[in-house]
């Protein structure tokens, strides 16, 4: 997996989990701290062009440093719903191919501690580049359990006690509502046509975000991050 950026590759240096480094001409302190960072984890460094990074990256925003990182094992829903004491905190992903929208939902899984992510095979950014960016290095730390079905997820999430609740506009009931406290899962969908039918047919219910301005919805890393620091908040309280 490649990724690039200063603040992800040097998160994935911290988390030791970069094979190689490849840096373009930069003499700032930001990139004197990455390069420290890789010479303390023993990780080779190439220097090259600036071109050649821009090639590769597709004409990311790369800031000079690209590198190549081994990616997280991979996780599975068994082991999301191995325990219910503490009661995980799970989002899956419908659909939602965004590399933007996925790093900065995977931001927000990891500073509330939710216990992971649960996307589709077929229809799912790619974890390097820009999502790996967008995430700020959570993807370093971030289980993802990769299913073929999201429907089917569902029902086996909630076949293992976890509950299920879809983010729906249309929902009558506000998200704040819901007790956030039990084991939840966040079903998440595609911005545009949202949840799945069938998706959303097989969730335990549907909650909404509140909407007081002229915008009808909100961005979904946005709507994700509402709900799931609520969550945070419930369980801090122990509602």
Not at 37 to 44: E, Y
Not at 152 to 165: H, M, N, Q, S, Y
Not at 186 to 215: F, K, T, W, Y
Not at 217 to 227: I, Q, R, T
């Amino acid at each position: 997996m490649v990724i690039y950026g200063l603040n992800p590759v040097l998160a994935a240096l911290r988390a030791g989990r970069v094979r190689f480094l490849r840096v373009a001409d930069r003499d700032d302190a930001r990139m004197a701290e990455v390069l420290e960072a890789a010479r303390a984890a023993r990780v080779a460094v190439r220097r090259v062009t600036r071109v050649a990074l821009d090639r590769e990256t597709r004409d990311g925003v790369h800031q000079g440093v690209v590198a190549d990182v081994e990616p997280l094992p991979p996780g599975s829903l068994e082991a999301f719903t191995a325990t219910l004491d503490p009661p995980p905190l799970i989002v899956v992903l419908d659909e939602v191919e965004d590399p933007q929208n996925v790093g900065a939902i995977l931001r927000t899984v990891d500073a509330v501690g939710a216990t992971g992510v649960v996307r589709q095979t077929r229809r799912a950014a790619p974890l390097d580049g820009a999502a790996a960016k967008a995430s700020a290095g959570a993807v370093h730390h971030v289980r993802i359990a990769d299913v073929v079905n999201i429907a089917r997820a569902v029902e086996d999430l909630k076949a293992a006690g976890v509950w299920t609740i879809g983010l729906d506009a249309e929902a009558e009931l506000p998200y704040h509502q819901w007790d956030l406290t039990l084991p939840t899962a966040l079903v998440l969908g595609a911005e545009g046509h949202g949840l799945r039918r069938l998706v959303r047919e097989r969730c335990d219910g549907v909650a909404s975000i509140p909407m007081r301005g002229h915008v009808g919805s909100l961005n979904v890393s946005a709507a994700a991050a509402v709900v799931l620091f609520e969550a945070a908040r419930q369980r801090s309280r122990g509602r």
